[in-house]
């Protein structure tokens, strides 16, 4: 792996985050004490969300709106030989670091399994459904907080400038070079996306976005029904 060795880059793409970064980043500061890097990687927000994050990362840089523009913006600067990608809404496992360094040692990429933070039953059958979907296929997502080596993601150009179904995409790359490894230890991921839209209806609409994103469907169109 390039960059300094055994140090992890822990890359947070934000956008209005105020009321979750802050809580993101206590979460963190464990890794931070431990030696690795967290940036913070903000698309334009018109709240205090890069404010927030100043006083708990080590970078705090502005990009173009956008997961993959601003993550790739985040690993330009990163100086970790493995980056790990997390949403502001997700917690990583306990000793996340340790973990993600012996998974690189054996292997290239990987992504932890997940958890909804819910009391909901359907909820925790969906998330167990992604986990195993994941092994089955290979694909991770960005809920999952995917890791990989510094040089093979600068190798193989980063994320793809695409609005939508970013990991998608680059599991896809990653998976022709060798399978992830799939990691038990959970990270917790907020359910605020599906109890805003409604479990079924989100379900739902995910299933056509990934489908048709497969059959070839231009994410821009993909990502405006999205939103």
Same mark, same amino acid.
């Given at each position: 792996? !390039? /960059?300094?060795?055994?140090?992890? !880059?822990?890359?947070? %793409? ?14 963190? +500061?464990?890794? #931070? ?19 927030? =994050?100043? *006083? ?10 956008? @997961?993959?523009? +601003?993550?790739?913006?985040?690993? #330009? ?10 949403? *502001?809404?997700? @917690?990583? %496992? ?11 040692? @054996?292997? *290239?990429? /990987? ?6 933070? !819910?009391? #909901?039953?359907?909820?925790?059958? $969906? ?6 979907? !994941?092994?089955?296929?290979?694909? =991770?997502? /960005?809920? +999952? &907080?995917?890791? $990989?080596?510094? &040089?093979?993601?600068?190798? +193989? ?15 896809? @790359?990653?998976?022709?070079? /060798?399978?992830? &490894?799939?990691?038990?230890? #959970? ?11 409604? $479990? ?28």
């Amino acid at each position: 792996m !390039s /960059g300094e060795p055994g140090t992890l !880059s822990v890359i947070v %793409p934000a956008l209005n985050e105020a009321a979750q970064i802050g809580a993101c980043l206590e979460a963190l +500061q464990p890794l #931070r004490a431990a030696g690795h890097e967290l940036i913070v990687v903000d698309g334009g927000s018109h709240d205090a969300t890069a404010d927030i =994050a100043r *006083a708990a990362a080590d970078r705090v840089l502005a990009a173009p709106r956008g @997961r993959a523009a +601003q993550m790739n913006a985040g690993a #330009r600067l990163a100086r970790g030989a493995a980056l790990l990608f997390l949403h *502001a809404d997700t @917690r990583l %496992p306990p000793r996340a670091d340790v973990l993600v360094l012996e998974a690189l040692a @054996r292997t *290239a990429w /990987g992504r932890f399994d997940v958890s909804i933070d !819910s009391p #909901r039953a359907l909820l925790s059958l $969906v998330a167990a459904m992604m986990n195993l979907r !994941s092994r089955l296929t290979g694909i =991770a997502t /960005g809920d +999952q &907080a995917i890791f $990989v080596r510094r &040089a093979l993601f600068d190798a +193989q150009g980063g994320y793809a400038p695409i609005p939508l179904m970013e990991d998608i995409e680059l599991s896809r @790359r990653l998976r022709r070079l /060798g399978p992830p &490894a799939c990691l038990r230890a #959970r990270a917790r991921s907020s359910a605020r996306r599906w109890e805003s839209r409604g $479990v079924l209806r989100t379900i739902l609409l995910m299933w056509r976005l990934r489908l048709a994103f497969w059959l070839g469907a231009d994410p821009a169109r993909l990502a405006e029904r999205y939103r």
